[in-house]
């Protein structure tokens, strides 16, 4: 029998962190994922916020689709020994009274310091959101929602959303530019943000490895948004 040492650290991640997340791991009783809930508090955290908030996205659109439930695995590449852990967790979420709101609050309080920790998180949801190629309007307000919540409001959303939803003048918010920025201008903020969320910073952060993922993916969009303004800038 393959002994719970994800939840030898699940416990005390639970009594560490208190308030609904906290509630969350302590309802992990008899479960192990151990790819999961590192033995601290804050990389555990991250993850359980981000099961908890996709469970509650996933109903924002009135209906759960397999595609969602794909992406969401997809995001935290889960074992097969994990899958029942996750799968409780998600289910936890979905039932509990507590709203979204208060898992935001809670995340976005821990990692008030961390404003790349609170992206990561709002990209895993975008990515989830979007696994069915459409986009419902009230996935948007939720996403909004939590944005605000975890400090991202006006063009600091809108530069995340930017990444994940197809709008004029999208490469410009990605680089949180505006469209008569000169071409060095573009050429150094693109520089800066590549930097910013280069896969190894989060490493050093200790963050688990979905985080890792995401970073790959907010750099490829980094790039892709450059190239497009270069793109754009020799057809004109």
């Not at 930097?195 to 963050?207: F, K, N």
Request: net charge negative; hydrophobic share 50%.
């Amino acid at each position: 029998m393959k002994q719970v040492t994800g939840l030898i650290g699940g416990a005390g991640v639970g009594l560490a962190l208190g308030g609904p997340l906290g509630a969350l791991v302590g309802g992990l009783a008899g479960y192990a994922i151990d790819r999961l809930l590192a033995p601290a508090p804050r990389p555990a955290a991250f993850s359980i916020a981000l099961i908890a908030l996709c469970a509650k996205m996933a109903k924002a659109d009135g209906v759960v689709v397999p595609v969602e439930v794909a992406a969401f695995r997809q995001v935290f590449d889960i074992p097969p020994e994990d899958l029942a852990g996750v799968a409780r967790v998600f289910d936890l979420a979905r039932q509990d009274t507590a709203g979204f709101e208060s898992y935001a609050k809670q995340i976005g309080a821990l990692f008030a310091d961390e404003p790349e920790t609170r992206e990561d998180l709002l990209d895993a949801l975008f990515h989830v959101a979007k696994a069915d190629h459409a986009l419902h309007p009230d996935e948007l307000i939720f996403l909004q929602k939590v944005g605000a919540l975890l400090g991202f409001e006006g063009t600091a959303y809108d530069r995340i959303e930017a990444r994940h939803v197809r709008r004029p003048g999208d490469p410009y918010a990605v680089l949180d530019l505006p469209p008569d920025a000169t071409d060095a201008q573009i050429k150094a903020r693109w520089r800066i943000l590549v930097g910013e969320h280069h896969p190894d910073r989060l490493l050093s952060r200790g963050l688990p490895p979905v985080a890792i993922k995401l970073a790959n993916d907010r750099v490829a969009a980094v790039n892709a948004a450059y190239a497009r303004i270069q793109a754009l800038r020799t057809a004109g």
